[in-house]
C-alpha cells in the first residue's frame, strides 16, 4: 500500500474528501515530528512505539577500498512493533 | 522524554484543524488502524512524511539458550521493519545534521603496501631465473648427445642452483646435465648477454618454468658446488644422461612452451630464455651485470666447445666452469660498491649466462663449424678463464646463499641511501660554514669601517649581489653608478656641508662614492658619517671597498657599494623597500608639503600609488606623518633593480 491508497483508504474511513485527509495526516505528522525532536516518544497501543534514538559515532570501514571513515553520531526514528502486532506479523500477518 | 498518546495527538489535531474531538480521535486511531491493517494485509505500507513500514522475513538461526546453554533452533519468522521518511530523518537528526563523515587516514597501511610490493619483486626475479634454466633444458633434450651434455649440463645446473636456490629437486640432476647439451647452447648464451643488462623481467615465465627449473637446479646445485670435480661430473652425466634425459627435458620443454612460447621446443625455449633473462638481469644489476655477462658467456663457450670435442668435455666443463666462476667473480668484483648481496645477484645472473653459453657451444659443437666459434670466444675470454675456479665455488656459494630478487631491491635502497646521505653531508657543512663566512665578512667590515655600520650592511648586501659579476664590468658600473648618484646628490644636496666635505676629500670616484654615504647620513642626523668614511678610507674609496671585497671575494662590488651604499641602508632601514622593485639611488628633488599633507600623500603625489615607503625610508618618517606647511620632502630618485642588475651582467 503506497501513500496514494493510503490517503484514500483513510479518507474513505473518515468520510473526507482525500485533499482534507490529505492535509490532517500531514498536520498530524508534523505534529508528532515536532514531538520527536524534543525527544519525545509517541506510544500507540496495539501497534507499536515511535521513539527517537542515538546512534553513537563510530569508525566504519570499506570493504572494498579499505577506507576507514568516521561516521558521525546521529539521531533516528525508531520503531518498536507492539507485542500484538509482532506476534500477528510473526505468523504471516492476517489473522 | 514524555510520552505522547494518540490522545494527545488528537487535541492537537483539535486545536490546528477546528475538529470534533471525537473526530480528530477516530482519525488519529485510524490513521495507525490502516497501517496496522496493511501491514499485515500487504506487507507494506506508505506512509509520505512518516516513512515506511515492511514485514520482512527473517531466516532459522541458530541460538543458544543462555540460562540452559542448549542450542536453540530459532524458526525463521517475519517481523515489521521501519524506515524513516527521508523528511521525517532529516527533521529528527537536525541536531547532528552539521556533522559530516570523516575519511581517516590510515598511517598503517601505508607501510604494508610497500612490503607487499617488494615481497612480489622479490619473488618474481627467482621464478624467472627459474624458467631459465627450465628452457636450457628443454633445448638439449632434443640434440641431446651425452658426452656433449655431460659439459654443458654441468653449466647449466650450475646456474640452475645458483639462480632458484630455492628451488630444489632430486631427479632433476639427470635432466639438467641433458638439456645444456643442444639447443641451450645457441639460445641460452643470447639471453643470458642480453639478460644481465636489462634485468628486470619477472614473471612471464615463472609458473612453467618452476617445475622443470626446480629439479634442475637441485641436483647441478650440488654438483656446481664442486666445479673443478670432473669425474662426479661425468658419472653423473653417464648414467642419468639417457634415461633422465629423456624424461625431465620432455616435461620442461613442454611446460616451458605452454606458458612461454608458443610450439617447437628449441625455438620456444629460447624466446622464454630470452625474456626472464631480461628480466632478471634489469633489476638485479645494470652496468656490472652486462660486462661480466659478456666475459663470462664467452668462457663458457670454449669450455662447451672442449665438451663437445669429447674426451676432454669434462675437464673442459670444469674449465668452463671455472670461467664462469671467474667471470662472476669479475663481476662480483666490478660491482662490490653496492653490496655483497648485490654481487651475489650478478653472480647468479652471469652463471645462467655461462651456462646458456656452454649450451650453445656445445650446439655449435655438434655441428662442427660451433667448436671453433667457441675457441675463438675462449680467446677472446681467457682471462675470465683462468681466474675461474675459486671464484666459481664463491659464486655458487653466493647464489645459494642470497636469491637475486631480494638483492636487486638492496641495490636500489642503497643507492637512494647514499644519495640522502651526501645530501645530508651538503646541507650540513653549509649550514656550518654559512654562520662563519658571514662572521667574518662582519668581522672584517667591522674592522675596516667600524664607524660606518650602513657601509657595513652595504658591504654585504654586495657581496651577496655581486658575487656574479666580475671586477672590471663592476667597477665600471659602479662608477657609473657613482658618478650619476654624485651628480644628484651633488645638486641637491651639495647645499648641506656633506657635500663639502666630500669634495674636500677631492677624487671624482672618491666623492661620488662618498656622496651617497653622505645622503643617508643627511637623512638621519647629520655630516658625520660622510666624514667619517673618507677619513676611514683613506685618500681613495677604492681602497676602502677593497677590504670588503678581499673578505667576501666580491671585489667587482666595492666600487658599487660606494653607490649602492645607500640604497643599500635604505633597504635595510624598511623590508618594504628591500622588497621593492626599485633602488633609491639619490634625491630627486625637495618638494615642500602642502597644507594638511602627510608623507604618503606627497609621495602618492610625485610618484603614484604605493611608492610612499621609499620617501619615508629617505626622510626617516612614516607614511602618516603630517606635514606642516612648507615643510621639505626630499623625493627619492629611483632606479628599477632589475635594470640596474642587467648593467651588472
Same mark, same amino acid.
Given at each position: 500500500?503506497?501513500?496514494?491508497e493510503?490517503?484514500?483508504?483513510?479518507?474513505?474511513?473518515?468520510?473526507?474528501?482525500?485533499?482534507r485527509a490529505?492535509?490532517?495526516l500531514s498536520n498530524?505528522l508534523?505534529t508528532?515530528?515536532?514531538h520527536f525532536?524534543?525527544g519525545?516518544?509517541?506510544q500507540v497501543?496495539?501497534?507499536?512505539?515511535?521513539?527517537v534514538?542515538?546512534k553513537?559515532e563510530?569508525?566504519?570501514v570499506?570493504?572494498?577500498?579499505g577506507?576507514?571513515?568516521?561516521?558521525?553520531?546521529?539521531?533516528v526514528l525508531?520503531?518498536?512493533?507492539?507485542?500484538?502486532?509482532?506476534?500477528?506479523?510473526?505468523?504471516?500477518?492476517?489473522e | 522524554m514524555?510520552?505522547?498518546?494518540?490522545?494527545?495527538l488528537?487535541?492537537?489535531?483539535i486545536?490546528?484543524?477546528?475538529?470534533?474531538p471525537?473526530?480528530?480521535?477516530k482519525? &488519529?486511531f485510524?490513521v495507525?488502524?490502516i497501517?496496522?491493517?496493511a501491514?499485515?494485509k500487504?506487507h507494506l505500507?506508505k506512509?509520505?512524511?512518516?516513512g515506511t513500514f515492511?514485514v520482512?522475513?527473517?531466516n532459522?538461526r541458530?541460538s543458544v539458550?543462555?540460562?540452559?546453554?542448549?542450542r536453540?533452533l530459532?524458526?525463521?519468522?517475519s517481523?515489521?521493519?521501519?524506515?524513516?521518511?527521508?523528511?521525517?530523518?532529516?527533521?529528527?537528526?537536525?541536531?547532528?545534521?552539521d556533522?559530516?563523515?570523516i575519511?581517516?587516514n590510515?598511517?598503517?597501511n601505508?607501510?604494508?603496501e610497500p612490503s607487499?610490493?617488494?615481497?612480489?619483486?622479490?619473488?618474481e626475479?627467482?621464478?624467472?631465473?627459474t624458467a631459465e634454466?627450465?628452457t636450457?633444458?628443454?633445448?638439449?633434450a632434443?640434440?641431446?648427445?651425452?658426452?656433449?651434455?655431460d659439459?654443458?649440463?654441468e653449466t647449466p645446473?650450475?646456474?640452475?642452483?645458483?639462480a632458484? &636456490?630455492e628451488?630444489?629437486s632430486?631427479t632433476? /640432476?639427470e635432466?639438467p646435465v641433458?638439456?645444456?647439451?643442444?639447443?641451450?647452447v645457441e639460445?641460452?648464451?643470447?639471453?643470458?648477454s %642480453?639478460?644481465p643488462?636489462e634485468?628486470?623481467v619477472?614473471?612471464?615465465v615463472k609458473?612453467p618454468?618452476?617445475?622443470?627449473f626446480?629439479a634442475v637446479?637441485?641436483?647441478?646445485a650440488?654438483?656446481?658446488?664442486?666445479p673443478?670435480?670432473?669425474t662426479?661430473?661425468?658419472?653423473?652425466?653417464?648414467?642419468?644422461?639417457?634415461?633422465?634425459v %629423456?624424461?625431465? /627435458?620432455e616435461?620442461?620443454a613442454?611446460?616451458? &612452451?605452454?606458458?612461454?612460447?608458443?610450439a617447437?621446443?628449441e625455438?620456444?625455449?629460447?624466446?622464454?630464455?630470452?625474456?626472464?633473462a631480461?628480466?632478471v638481469?634489469e633489476?638485479?644489476?645494470?652496468?656490472?651485470?652486462e660486462d661480466v655477462? %659478456?666475459?663470462?658467456v664467452?668462457?663458457?663457450?670454449?669450455d662447451?666447445?672442449?665438451?663437445?670435442?669429447e674426451?676432454?668435455v669434462e675437464e673442459q666443463?670444469?674449465?668452463a666452469?671455472?670461467?664462469s666462476?671467474?667471470t662472476g667473480k669479475?663481476?662480483s668484483?666490478?660491482?662490490p660498491?653496492?653490496?655483497?648481496?648485490?654481487?651475489?645477484?650478478?653472480?647468479?645472473i652471469?652463471?645462467?649466462?655461462?651456462?646458456?653459453?656452454?649450451?650453445s657451444q656445445p650446439?655449435?659443437?655438434?655441428e662442427?663449424d660451433?667448436?671453433?666459434?667457441?675457441q675463438?670466444?675462449e680467446e677472446?675470454?681467457?682471462e675470465?678463464?683462468t681466474?675461474?675456479d675459486?671464484?666459481? %665455488?664463491?659464486e655458487?656459494?653466493m647464489?645459494?646463499?642470497?636469491?637475486?630478487?631480494?638483492?636487486k631491491p638492496?641495490?636500489?635502497?642503497?643507492?637512494?641511501a647514499?644519495?640522502?646521505l651526501?645530501?645530508?653531508f651538503i646541507?650540513?657543512f653549509?649550514g656550518f660554514?654559512?654562520?662563519?663566512?658571514?662572521k667574518?665578512?662582519?668581522a672584517?667590515?667591522?674592522?675596516?669601517f667600524n664607524?660606518?655600520?650602513?657601509?657595513n650592511?652595504t658591504v654585504y648586501?654586495?657581496a651577496?649581489?655581486a658575487?656574479i659579476?666580475?671586477?672590471?664590468?663592476?667597477d665600471?658600473?659602479?662608477a657609473?653608478?657613482?658618478d650619476?648618484?654624485a651628480?644628484?646628490s651633488?645638486?641637491?644636496?651639495?647645499a648641506?656641508?656633506?657635500?663639502?666635505s666630500?669634495?674636500?676629500?677631492?677624487?671624482?670616484?672618491k666623492?661620488?662614492?662618498?656622496k651617497p654615504?653622505?645622503k643617508?647620513s643627511?637623512?638621519?642626523p647629520?655630516?658625520?658619517p660622510s666624514?667619517a668614511k673618507?677619513s676611514?678610507?683613506p685618500?681613495d674609496?677604492k681602497?676602502s &671597498?677593497?677590504?670588503?671585497?678581499?673578505q667576501?671575494?666580491?671585489?667587482?662590488?666595492?666600487?658599487?657599494?660606494?653607490s649602492?651604499?645607500?640604497?643599500?641602508?635604505?633597504?635595510?632601514m624598511d623590508?618594504?623597500?628591500r622588497t621593492?622593485?626599485?633602488y633609491?639611488?639619490? /634625491?630627486?628633488?625637495?618638494?615642500?608639503?602642502?597644507e594638511?599633507?602627510?608623507?604618503s600623500?606627497?609621495?602618492?603625489?610625485y610618484?603614484g600609488?604605493?611608492?610612499?615607503?621609499?620617501?619615508?625610508?629617505?626622510?626617516g618618517?612614516?607614511?602618516?606623518?603630517v606635514l606642516?606647511e612648507?615643510?621639505?620632502?626630499?623625493?627619492?630618485e629611483?632606479?628599477?633593480?632589475?635594470s640596474?642588475k642587467?648593467n651588472k651582467?
Amino acid at each position: 500500500m503506497n501513500n496514494k491508497e493510503f490517503v484514500s483508504e483513510l479518507s474513505r474511513r473518515m468520510g473526507y474528501k482525500n485533499e482534507r485527509a490529505q492535509r490532517l495526516l500531514s498536520n498530524m505528522l508534523s505534529t508528532m515530528g515536532d514531538h520527536f525532536v524534543e525527544g519525545d516518544s509517541l506510544q500507540v497501543s496495539n501497534f507499536g512505539t515511535f521513539e527517537v534514538k542515538k546512534k553513537m559515532e563510530r569508525v566504519m570501514v570499506n570493504p572494498s577500498s579499505g577506507q576507514r571513515m568516521l561516521v558521525p553520531p546521529k539521531l533516528v526514528l525508531g520503531f518498536k512493533p507492539h507485542q500484538v502486532l509482532k506476534d500477528k506479523v510473526k505468523n504471516g500477518g492476517e489473522e | 522524554m514524555a510520552k505522547l498518546t494518540l490522545h494527545d495527538l488528537a487535541n492537537v489535531l483539535i486545536e490546528n484543524n477546528d475538529l470534533e474531538p471525537d473526530e480528530a480521535e477516530k482519525f &488519529v486511531f485510524s490513521v495507525f488502524d490502516i497501517i496496522h491493517e496493511a501491514i499485515n494485509k500487504d506487507h507494506l505500507v506508505k506512509v509520505k512524511g512518516l516513512g515506511t513500514f515492511k514485514v520482512i522475513d527473517v531466516n532459522p538461526r541458530e541460538s543458544v539458550n543462555v540460562n540452559t546453554g542448549e542450542r536453540v533452533l530459532i524458526e525463521g519468522h517475519s517481523k515489521v521493519s521501519f524506515t524513516p521518511d527521508s523528511t521525517m530523518k532529516e527533521l529528527i537528526n537536525k541536531p547532528f545534521a552539521d556533522f559530516e563523515t570523516i575519511v581517516l587516514n590510515d598511517g598503517v597501511n601505508f607501510p604494508e603496501e610497500p612490503s607487499e610490493t617488494l615481497m612480489e619483486l622479490k619473488d618474481e626475479p627467482d621464478e624467472a631465473v627459474t624458467a631459465e634454466p627450465q628452457t636450457v633444458q628443454e633445448i638439449p633434450a632434443p640434440a641431446i648427445e651425452e658426452q656433449t651434455m655431460d659439459a654443458p649440463v654441468e653449466t647449466p645446473v650450475e646456474i640452475l642452483s645458483e639462480a632458484p &636456490v630455492e628451488i630444489l629437486s632430486e631427479t632433476p /640432476v639427470e635432466a639438467p646435465v641433458e638439456i645444456p647439451v643442444e639447443a641451450p647452447v645457441e639460445t641460452p648464451v643470447e639471453i643470458l648477454s %642480453e639478460a644481465p643488462v636489462e634485468i628486470p623481467v619477472e614473471t612471464p615465465v615463472k609458473t612453467p618454468l618452476k617445475t622443470p627449473f626446480e629439479a634442475v637446479v637441485e641436483t647441478p646445485a650440488d654438483i656446481l658446488g664442486e666445479p673443478e670435480v670432473e669425474t662426479p661430473v661425468e658419472e653423473v652425466v653417464e648414467a642419468p644422461a639417457e634415461d633422465v634425459v %629423456e624424461t625431465p /627435458v620432455e616435461a620442461p620443454a613442454e611446460d616451458v &612452451v605452454e606458458t612461454p612460447v608458443e610450439a617447437p621446443a628449441e625455438d620456444v625455449v629460447e624466446t622464454p630464455v630470452e625474456v626472464p633473462a631480461e628480466d632478471v638481469v634489469e633489476t638485479p644489476v645494470e652496468t656490472p651485470a652486462e660486462d661480466v655477462v %659478456e666475459t663470462p658467456v664467452e668462457a663458457p663457450a670454449e669450455d662447451v666447445v672442449e665438451a663437445s670435442v669429447e674426451a676432454p668435455v669434462e675437464e673442459q666443463v670444469a674449465e668452463a666452469k671455472e670461467n664462469s666462476d671467474e667471470t662472476g667473480k669479475t663481476e662480483s668484483q666490478e660491482i662490490p660498491n653496492a653490496v655483497i648481496q648485490n654481487i651475489a645477484l650478478q653472480e647468479e645472473i652471469p652463471y645462467n649466462e655461462d651456462s646458456n653459453e656452454k649450451v650453445s657451444q656445445p650446439v655449435a659443437s655438434s655441428e662442427n663449424d660451433l667448436v671453433e666459434l667457441v675457441q675463438n670466444e675462449e680467446e677472446t675470454t681467457p682471462e675470465a678463464t683462468t681466474q675461474s675456479d675459486s671464484f666459481y %665455488e664463491e659464486e655458487v656459494y653466493m647464489g645459494k646463499n642470497y636469491n637475486p630478487s631480494k638483492v636487486k631491491p638492496k641495490k636500489t635502497w642503497w643507492r637512494w641511501a647514499i644519495a640522502i646521505l651526501f645530501g645530508v653531508f651538503i646541507g650540513f657543512f653549509l649550514g656550518f660554514y654559512l654562520p662563519e663566512i658571514t662572521k667574518f665578512i662582519e668581522a672584517v667590515k667591522s674592522g675596516n669601517f667600524n664607524k660606518e655600520d650602513n657601509y657595513n650592511v652595504t658591504v654585504y648586501e654586495n657581496a651577496d649581489l655581486a658575487a656574479i659579476d666580475s671586477i672590471a664590468a663592476i667597477d665600471s658600473l659602479a662608477a657609473a653608478a657613482a658618478d650619476s648618484a654624485a651628480r644628484d646628490s651633488a645638486v641637491k644636496v651639495v647645499a648641506d656641508s656633506v657635500a663639502q666635505s666630500l669634495q674636500e676629500i677631492s677624487g671624482n670616484r672618491k666623492t661620488s662614492e662618498v656622496k651617497p654615504s653622505d645622503k643617508p647620513s643627511e637623512v638621519k642626523p647629520s655630516e658625520k658619517p660622510s666624514d667619517a668614511k673618507p677619513s676611514e678610507k683613506p685618500s681613495d674609496a677604492k681602497s676602502s &671597498v677593497k677590504p670588503t671585497e678581499t673578505q667576501s671575494s666580491v671585489k667587482p662590488s666595492k666600487e658599487k657599494s660606494s653607490s649602492m651604499l645607500t640604497y643599500l641602508k635604505y633597504e635595510e632601514m624598511d623590508s618594504r623597500v628591500r622588497t621593492g622593485a626599485y633602488y633609491i639611488m639619490g /634625491v630627486a628633488k625637495v618638494v615642500k608639503a602642502r597644507e594638511g599633507d602627510n608623507v604618503s600623500r606627497v609621495s602618492r603625489r610625485y610618484l603614484g600609488d604605493g611608492m610612499s615607503c621609499y620617501v619615508e625610508v629617505l626622510n626617516g618618517m612614516k607614511g602618516s606623518d603630517v606635514l606642516k606647511e612648507g615643510q621639505e620632502i626630499k623625493i627619492p630618485e629611483l632606479v628599477l633593480k632589475r635594470s640596474l642588475k642587467k648593467n651588472k651582467q
